[in-house]
């Protein structure tokens, strides 16, 4: 008899998983709780290291899950109850109130986009052309359209604000661990549309860690200038829409009065509530610092797999979707082995 795995979360972490199962001939249930497939994922255009399209990359996989039998989707779906009975999960969902009965469940529920919001001193719904990187991403789109919000007109400067809603008391301690990278990523895609566009990036470290510094080289040697310093406010010039940036650089120790057409702000990433809230349920561990799951659901290794609830992709922490992809990999295999070791121990 096949494995019977739910996976609850269709973004790329999710989609991954079920792929995997899918192809390891286990039953296997994806949830969704939006429309459509794809989480954050599916918001991005082209991405980085290699500007793949996130969208050709998601109808690939879609593909393949909807040719696979053995793999249900269920989009618009959540979870309204789990009760779990020594190996089995029996999990009803909603609409239509059907319950499924799994041996193991990954969970992908991801994370939510830090609100910028909540640090009005950079004049994020405030001004109208301070955005963060998700509209920044919208509006470039596919057409390559580089336009500031106040007035359609091309910005001549764009300055990104990094680490909003990252290493920082009154936020999240925790370093999002992407935000670095696709900064770098987006100004490289920007010098490529339109290389007389000054672009400036206001850091407190740069961190495009794993083979991604390749990146940031490409961007310094394009032109784009990196000033160590975090600013400490954001002001408007009423006539143009302009903005000036008060900041110190760190290193050379001046003030600045930085002046641009338009800000972009690197927004981290934070614990999904839903997640919060299904770990209640489950009775998981979460981190007590980031508040993020735990891989395993627990904090001490030896108990990988014995509660066969696996947690991967976002839903444990920032991670790019390399990473992500990797995780889910590796729960899917590390699934369908724990259910197999139960087998052939009866
Ligand atoms: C601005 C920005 C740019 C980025 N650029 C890149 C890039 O270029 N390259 C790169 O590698 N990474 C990039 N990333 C990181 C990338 O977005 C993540 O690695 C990826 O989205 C993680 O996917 P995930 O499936 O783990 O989580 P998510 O994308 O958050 O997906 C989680 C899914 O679970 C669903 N869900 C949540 N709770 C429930 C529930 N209770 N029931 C059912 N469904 C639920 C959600 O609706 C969502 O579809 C970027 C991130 C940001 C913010
Ligand atoms: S990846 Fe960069 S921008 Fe993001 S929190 Fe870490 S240091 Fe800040």
Redesign the pocket.
């Known amino acids: 008899m096949a494995s019977k795995v739910l996976v609850?979360?269709?973004?790329?972490?999710?989609?991954k998983a079920a792929t995997d199962l899918g192809h390891m001939g286990a039953e296997t249930f994806l949830?969704?709780?939006?429309a459509i497939?794809?989480?954050?994922?599916g918001k991005?255009g082209?991405?980085?290291?290699y500007n793949t399209n996130a969208v050709d990359i998601l109808n690939e996989y879609i593909q393949i899950l909807e040719n696979l039998d053995n793999v249900s989707i269920h989009t618009q779906?959540?979870?309204k109850s789990i009760i779990q009975e020594n190996n089995t999960f029996k999990v009803t969902l909603v609409p239509g109130d059907i319950t499924v009965e799994v041996e193991a469940l990954i969970i992908?529920?991801?994370?939510e986009?830090f609100d910028a919001s909540k640090i009005p001193k950079y004049g994020y719904g405030i001004y109208k052309n301070v955005i963060?990187?998700?509209d920044f991403?919208e509006i470039i789109g596919n057409n390559q359209n580089i336009i500031r919000p106040s007035d359609q007109k091309k910005p001549s400067s764009i300055t990104f604000i990094q680490c909003i809603g990252s290493r920082d008391k009154k936020t999240n301690e925790y370093c999002s661990s992407?935000?670095c990278?696709?900064a770098v990523?987006i100004a490289n895609r920007i010098k490529n549309i339109d290389p007389s566009i000054a672009i400036t990036i206001l850091y407190m470290d740069m961190r495009t860690f794993s083979n991604y510094e390749f990146l940031y080289q490409e961007a310094r040697a394009s032109g784009v200038k990196f000033i160590r310093g975090k600013p400490s406010v954001v002001r408007e010039e009423l006539e143009t829409g302009n903005l000036i940036v008060e900041v110190e650089n760190t290193i050379s120790r001046e003030f600045l009065q930085h002046k641009t057409d338009m800000i972009i702000l690197s927004?981290g990433?934070e614990p999904?509530r839903?997640?919060y809230?299904?770990a209640q349920t489950l009775g998981l561990k979460t981190d007590d610092k980031s508040g993020y799951l735990l891989v395993n659901g627990e904090d001490d290794v030896s108990a990988i797999g014995q509660r066969r609830i696996f947690v991967?992709?976002?839903?444990s922490g920032?991670?790019?979707?390399?990473?992500?992809l990797a995780q889910a990999s590796a729960a899917a295999m590390q699934v369908l082995i724990e259910i197999n070791k139960s087998i052939s121990k009866k």
Request: hydrophobic content about 35%; some cysteine.
């Open positions: 609850i979360g269709g973004g790329i972490s999710g989609i949830v969704e709780r939006s497939l794809g989480g954050v994922f991005l082209k991405t980085f290291p779906t959540h979870i992908a529920t991801g994370f986009p963060t990187s998700l991403l992407f935000c990278t696709y990523h927004i990433a999904a839903e997640s809230e299904l991967i992709g976002n839903a920032p991670k790019d979707t390399q990473y992500s």
